[in-house]
């Protein structure tokens, strides 16, 4: 196995307190429980019933598939490895760290990682993102508040907490773009913020967190100071004294899990394939596109939200992975990947294998379905949704028909999905 091999989960969902179990930065690890073993090796891991079985071996599709079409991904799978090396470090203690004191992963450097990753797939450029090159900007942007605000380190933390903010939000004019949809989605990849000065609630907390992490560092800073991070679509992250805190800012406190599974959440949704009906979750509406699921009302249902699932499956079909309002499955998949490596919720396991289903990757797809499904019956939960439990139980039982025809073997134009095609629609 490879440097890169990390433990990933012991058993189905076996873990405390709705978490999975950590990360290990061992060279080679592997976790077991019940003779339900998973292993971890570059950027994949692999379930199975005990060294040699290979009936429930489980891998990441994304980078393969991209490999078999004649795209190199050399430089995504590097970047894919640099992001491992970060959240190998998150303990059970860094992963309810608050981004302010967090010392074990480096934020930045995981938020550049996504970055280069992503824009791997999409440009197929032979040269790699210049991560090392933003993270000197990210430090010259804490450089540049020591240099103009210098006596704010002898103020009160209500006054340096102002001149930080107006540095942050006047002088270098960085902005909140509510980017929900791929209409901007520069604003969520730290290097385009760094260079645009625009950017999600959740990469403005990182900037905010990354200088105060800096001046602590240099010895500027000798209070305790947390970030606030906004729910709504508007506000910009605000630092407020850890001394003055309410009961009713803890849910506005991030931690360093959360913060990146908010980047990472925040890329998904903006690229999945079925951009329409928000009120539903993403994997219904992909459910709903491979007709698994019925509209609660059809009346409300308009010709436009039709034709607009028919084109995004016409556009797959076609191997065209992106368009200007419906998504784009690439980098939709690459933050499934990186949330499941993430030991987030379970249904994340789900909502990858619909999309592998809408790629043709049945056989996986089915796997991780089945993956997801026994842990939700180990678990005793009782279920929330029950619309998205008839669906998968649908779309479960259409991936085992289609398994069972006799002869079946994936489609010669499975590679289809995965050709660089830069038209729009």
């Not at 090396?85 to 074990?104: A, M, P, Y």
């Amino acid at each position: 196995m490879s440097s890169l091999s990390c433990q990933w989960f012991s058993g189905a969902y076996a873990y405390p307190s709705g978490r999975f179990c950590n990360l290990s930065s061992s060279n080679t690890s592997t976790s077991s429980l019940a003779g339900f073993t998973i292993y971890c090796s570059n950027s994949q891991f692999t379930p199975g019933l005990g060294p040699g079985s290979s009936k429930n071996d489980l891998k990441f599709v994304l980078h393969d598939a991209l490999d078999a079409s004649g795209v190199n991904t050399t430089h995504a799978r590097i970047a894919r490895e640099g992001f491992c090396s970060q959240i190998r470090k998150l303990s059970n203690i860094e992963r309810e760290t608050s981004i302010c004191i967090n010392r074990g992963v480096d934020l930045g450097k995981a938020a550049l990682h996504i970055a280069a990753e992503d824009d791997s797939l999409v440009s197929h450029s032979s040269v790699p993102l210049p991560v090392d090159d933003f993270l000197e900007r990210l430090d010259h942007l804490s450089m540049g508040y020591c240099s103009r605000y210098s006596s704010s380190f002898t103020s009160s933390p209500e006054h340096f907490i102002h001149c930080l903010e107006k540095y942050l939000y006047v002088n270098k004019g960085f902005r909140r773009t509510g980017a929900t949809t791929q209409s901007e989605p520069r604003a969520l990849y730290l290097h385009s913020v760094l260079t645009h000065r625009s950017g999600s609630a959740s990469l403005l907390s990182l900037l905010y967190s990354e200088i105060l992490k800096m001046l602590r560092l240099w010895g500027f800073l000798s209070f305790d100071i947390e970030v606030f991070f906004p729910h709504d679509s508007s506000s910009t992250p605000r630092g407020y004294c850890k001394q003055k805190t309410k009961e009713s800012d803890q849910s506005h406190v991030m931690t360093t899990q959360s913060l990146l599974e908010e980047m990472l959440k925040d890329l998904k949704d903006a690229f999945w394939p079925f951009q329409l009906d928000h009120t539903k979750s993403p994997f219904l509406r992909a459910a709903r596109a491979a007709n698994c699921s019925e509209s609660t009302n059809d009346s409300d249902e308009s010709a436009f939200e039709l034709a607009s699932v028919k084109a995004a499956l016409h556009r797959l079909e076609r191997g065209v992975w992106t368009s200007v309002r419906f998504g784009d499955m690439r980098r939709a998949l690459s933050a499934c990947e990186r949330l499941i490596l993430m030991q987030t919720e379970p249904k994340e396991l789900r909502d990858y294998g619909a999309l592998l289903y809408h790629c043709g990757f049945y056989k996986e797809a089915l796997q991780y379905l089945t993956v997801y499904q026994d842990g939700q019956k180990e678990s005793l939960d009782l279920i929330d949704n029950v619309e998205e439990e008839e669906a998968l139980e649908k779309l479960m039982i259409r991936l085992n028909l289609i398994l069972m025809e006799e002869g079946w073997s994936p489609p010669t134009d499975n590679k289809s999905f995965l050709r660089n095609n830069s038209e729009p629609w």
